[in-house]
């Protein structure tokens, strides 16, 4: 029979009861307390936990009995007011393995964010993953130690506001904020299309999230580019600025080009970017004619397919001291074309924190020079996605297609450099 009886260094009284064994189905002791100062409301809370046991005890098979004497324990935690999401996960991994004999498996911030990165990995670029990882390890750094080992769900939105305000604070741009938070949800996200989680803390902070004094990209005039390919320091160079201005190239896949993505005889350069080259999306670009110039006269130091059309400039790194963006700057420098405005100023002494300086202008800027061009002279949206290989637009691009008529008529409604000259 129930019990009760008070300890020394306690208020509360505490009970003595019978449980049924989860594993055995057979009694044994235990000691709860009530929570209850008066005797008589302790005794009755105690009697009852030991009918509730009994009646476990009495009937059915023993996987009945062992999920009753479980169901008990999670009644007994709620009258206690003890039954949190850490003990809910205890006891339904307990009824998983007790009715299939398989374990209920848990995630924690730090896990499940190593399990996302590891799926991407399958499916993403390097520099894809790079920025995924980059912003992964910042929210967990930020969380700490403690708190990174905590249950998936327990990140509320304010945590994540939290967050987002440290990287604001820390000197970063609203849109580089934004590219953080949004890495974050897509890790939630993950977890709910499988039934992990149920909510995503990071709806609201993405929604919120000013971009107002991120820097805005622009792009050259046609007398700017003419006037970088004068000032181009080599015919590598000069290449380089010629494809990144007539295909919308970035940076590495124009230095890193190669003379089997180019035919001369369609005059069009096929290849797949590298940043969806997991995913295999070739773009198909026909060869304006100032580019197509460049590559009839241009000299192949080696007869196999795979030599680069610039073969210095393909083992030069992108970023870096001397490297293919910096070099660029200087090219713009000699060529006396402005790199606009700066994301930032600072004043002298100033602590410049952990964003980086940007400019309306530099390399990628030739990307929307080829972009605006084409809406300039009336190519359509469908077309110049299909050139530039752009998938925000994921519906469009799987219901419509794009002949190579409709993509060569686009090219050659581009201007000449030439023409741009005085």
Known sequence: MASTYKRKDSKFYQAQIYVADPATGNLRKMRKSTDQTNRKAAQAIADEWERNERSVI???????????????????????????????????????????????????????????????????????????????????????????????????????????ESLQDA???????????????????????????????CGTAIADTDIGDSQERKPFTLAEVGSLVDAAPSEEWRGLILVAAFTGLRLGDAARLSWESVDLDTKRITLIPSKTKRKKREVHIPIHPDLLAYLLAAPVSDDSPAASVFPTLAKTPVNGAMGLSDTFTSIMATAGVSRGKPSRVFEEGQDKGKGRVTWEKGFHSLRHTFTSWLRSVGVSEEARMALTGHTTRESHQIYSHTDAAALRDAIDKLPNLKKSKP
Request: glycine share 6%.
């Open 58 to 164: 009495q009937a059915g098979s023993d996987r009945g009995r062992q999920a009753k004497a479980i169901f008990a324990e999670v009644v007994m935690e709620i009258e206690r007011g003890t039954f949190t999401a850490p003990a809910a996960r205890k006891y339904l991994a307990s009824l998983l393995e007790l009715a299939t004999g398989e374990t209920l498996e848990t995630w924690t911030l730090e896990t499940w964010s190593t399990e996302w990165l590891r799926r991407k990995s399958r499916d993403s670029s390097k520099a894809t993953m790079a920025r995924y990882k980059s912003h992964t390890d910042a929210f967990l750094a930020w969380l700490g130690d403690d708190r990174r080992k905590r249950p998936l769900e327990s990140v509320t939105p304010q945590h994540v506001r939290e967050w987002r």
């Open 171 to 201: 000197g970063r741009a609203g849109k580089t904020v934004l590219s953080y938070v949004k890495d974050l949800g897509a890790i939630y996200r993950a977890a709910m299309r499988e039934g992990i989680i149920s909510f995503n803390p």
